[in-house]
């Protein structure tokens, strides 16, 4: 697989004019918030970073994004912005049902932990799988009515892997992109879906298919081949299906780097980083940020933390563990399950270590604010990310964009997309409790030439592949794709 977009290093195929047309965005959730107050309407975003990009393309270029409430109503379409508008907001009516099956059932408790080899926690029911067919078709539905001719669509997400054939079948000159925002795991793992071949389908509508990394294009064309008997062409991440050419490529989502370091560098952030290292009661603060979800390895990380403990007992007064879990659907018996599993561990290390005012580890379970992250982002000395499966985490590149010199270290899992990407962290097996517990003791041990080296690659690394370049160069390689090779012959 290439490692960016065919066009990406002389600009042939910019999208970024008017002349490309408009954009249409399909996602599961709205990146904004519909609250009601004296009979009026009040909007709030919900979301930044990736959410905010496409609220800027679609300010840029006009046309629809195409989503969920969030809610049980569904509220009535949207121009945007309200004080000058540019683009609409439309909400599909799904049903309490739908929510049920489709969101909850077919997506959180079969899919996600598909995608991120957790057989364990795969639910797979029919009735799932029925009402993810009709909320995918009611997608297709209404974008096929708000598609004119010039238009480009970008789904996103494995919650609409079908939209895309769906879409097809009513608009079969429409260019389709869809970007995977998830791992996607190997063929022989991948075959314990029940409906396989009808979900790779579903994917193979789109004229481009994004993933963070080209291991995860990889799996999804070695799937092509074995699952559905396709012809493929690996090299080039090409897949033959009804007479069209399929792109599969590797697309690292960034992060928008030049807004975490402008919070870094304001005088509110910087009096919060001081009373955060002031309240800590230890000298050197390592830090752990994520949503609670048993993708993430909290468990693990915090049993490393413990075994670090055990092996380095000179550290004891001197280093705390911050973890921050961020509530995550919390209506699925895994995530209350999981939560309780977290609360009985850190009360274990903490009423095991603790001694004289010193808690080993600071348990933040709740939202906060961008300001909010970036400061503990700056606090702290070591970021040690372990999940044992992540798509890319953009955690770990928030903390590089943050530090504002050229200090902190990154221990990140070897499991996450974004270690293909950022060389320069510890890598570590986040499975592997002493490794864990070493991989700490070098971060907290290393050099300070060795600190300012690594993270000044890592942050020019960062800002270099930021979000506006990942989405200009998505779209770009969608129009390469769709003007050139759409209706190619199939593959040989």
Known sequence: MLESAPNETNGKFDLMHKESGRLLVLSNRAPIRIISEGGRRRIEPTVGGVGATFLRLLERHGGVWIAWSGSKAAPAPLRMPPDEPRFSMVFPPLTERDISYYYYGMCNRGLWPLMHLMPQNCHF?????????????LFAEITSAHASGHDRVWIQDFHLALAPALLRKRRPSLPIGLFWH???????????????????????????????????????????????????????????????????????????????????????VQARVRRIKASLGSSTMILGVDRLDYTKGILERVEGFERFLELNPSYHKRVALVQIAVPSRTKVDDYAR????????????????????????????????????????????????????????????????????????????????????????????????????????????????????RMSALRARVHGNNLDHWSRNFLSALEHQNSLIRYAPSID
């Open 125 to 137: 029911r029919v009735q799932h799988w029925n009402h993810y067919k009709t909320v995918n078709d």
């Open 182 to 268: 998830v791992p996607f795991p190997p063929e022989s793992f991948f075959r314990i879906f029940p409906w396989r071949r009808e979900l790779l389908e579903g994917m193979l509508g789109a004229d481009l298919i994004g993933f963070h990394t080209a291991s995860y294009a990889d799996h999804f064309v070695e799937c092509c081949a074995r699952i559905c008997g396709l012809d493929v062409d690996r090299a080039q991440g090409l897949v033959s299906w009804q007479g069209r050419t399929v792109r599969v490529h590797g697309f690292p989502l960034g992060i928008p780097a030049d807004y975490f370091a402008q919070i870094a560098q304001t005088d509110r």
């Open 338 to 453: 999981l939560k309780r599993q977290l609360d009985e561990l850190v009360g274990r290390v903490v009423g095991r270590f603790s001694s004289e005012g010193w808690v080993p580890i600071r348990y933040l379970y709740t939202q906060f604010g961008a300001e909010e992250l970036v400061s503990y982002y700056q606090a702290a000395d070591v970021a040690l990310l372990t999940p044992l499966r992540d798509g890319m985490n953009l955690v770990a590149k928030e903390y590089i964009a943050s530090r504002n010199a050229d200090h902190g270290v990154l221990v990140l899992s070897e499991f996450a997309g974004a270690a293909e990407e950022l060389e320069e962290a510890l890598l570590v097996n986040p499975y592997d409790m002493d490794a864990i517990a070493a991989s700490l003791k070098q971060a907290l041990t290393m050099p300070a030439q060795e600190r300012a080296a």
